[in-house]
C-alpha cells in the first residue's frame, strides 16, 4: 500500500477526533448546562486549560490538515511531503499529550462543586480518584447537579480521544519515515 493512501486514512480518521475534542472541552465549560456557573467562574480548573481545544482540537486539526494534503498529493514519491508530514505529526503528538494531561489532571482532582456545607471546592481532589467507583462519595457535591458524572464522563472521552490521536499521529510518524526513506509509489495514483 502507498504511504499516501495510509496518510489520507489517518487524517479521515483524526478529523472526528478532534471534532470531538473541541466539542468535548466546550461542554464542559456548562456544567449541568447552564451558563450561570460560567458567569460566576465555578468551572474545574482543568477546563481553562482547555486541553480539547488547543491540544486536541487546534494542534492535531493543523496535523490532520497537512498529513491530508501529503495522502492527497497524489504520488507519495514526495520525499519533502513525507518529510513535513513528519513534523506536523509530531505537533499533533504533543497536542494529543497535551490534552491527556489536561484530561487526566481533570480526572484525577475532580470537579468544582458546591458542597454539603455550601461552600464550593473540589471534595475530591486528595481521594487518588478513589471517587470514580464510589459512587455514594458523589454526594458530596450539590451543585451542580451530576456534575461528577459530567466532568468525568467528558474528561474521559478527551483522554480516550487523546489517546487515540496520539497513536495515529506515532503511526504517521512511522508512515512517513517509510514515504521519506523509500519514497513508495503506486502506479495506479499517476492517473
Not at 121 to 133: D, E, G, I, V
Not at 159 to 166: D, E, F, H, M, V
Request: aromatic residues 10%; contains cysteine.
Amino acid at each position: 500500500m502507498c504511504t499516501g493512501k495510509c496518510s489520507r486514512i489517518i487524517a479521515y480518521t483524526l478529523y472526528p477526533m478532534v471534532l470531538l475534542s473541541i466539542i468535548c472541552n466546550i461542554v464542559l465549560f456548562f456544567p449541568d448546562l447552564s451558563t450561570e456557573y460560567v458567569k460566576k467562574q465555578h468551572i474545574t480548573g482543568e477546563v481553562m486549560y482547555m486541553g480539547g481545544l488547543i491540544g486536541g482540537g487546534l494542534l492535531v486539526f493543523m496535523s490532520a490538515l497537512s498529513i491530508h494534503l501529503t495522502g492527497e498529493h497524489g504520488c507519495c514519491a514526495n520525499r519533502l511531503g513525507m518529510f513535513l508530514s513528519i513534523l506536523f505529526a509530531a505537533l499533533g503528538a504533543a497536542g494529543a499529550v497535551y490534552s491527556f494531561i489536561a484530561a487526566f489532571l481533570g480526572l484525577t482532582n475532580g470537579p468544582l462543586c458546591k458542597s454539603e456545607t455550601g461552600d464550593w471546592q473540589r471534595p475530591f481532589q486528595s481521594s487518588n480518584m478513589t471517587y470514580l467507583t464510589d459512587y455514594k462519595s458523589w454526594a458530596k457535591c450539590s451543585e451542580p447537579k451530576n456534575v461528577v458524572l459530567f466532568n468525568t464522563a467528558l474528561f474521559m472521552t478527551l483522554l480516550i480521544a487523546s489517546c487515540l490521536q496520539g497513536l495515529l499521529c506515532a503511526m504517521q510518524i512511522i508512515n512517513g519515515l517509510a514515504g521519506t526513506l523509500f519514497g513508495t509509489c503506486d502506479k495506479k495514483e499517476h492517473a
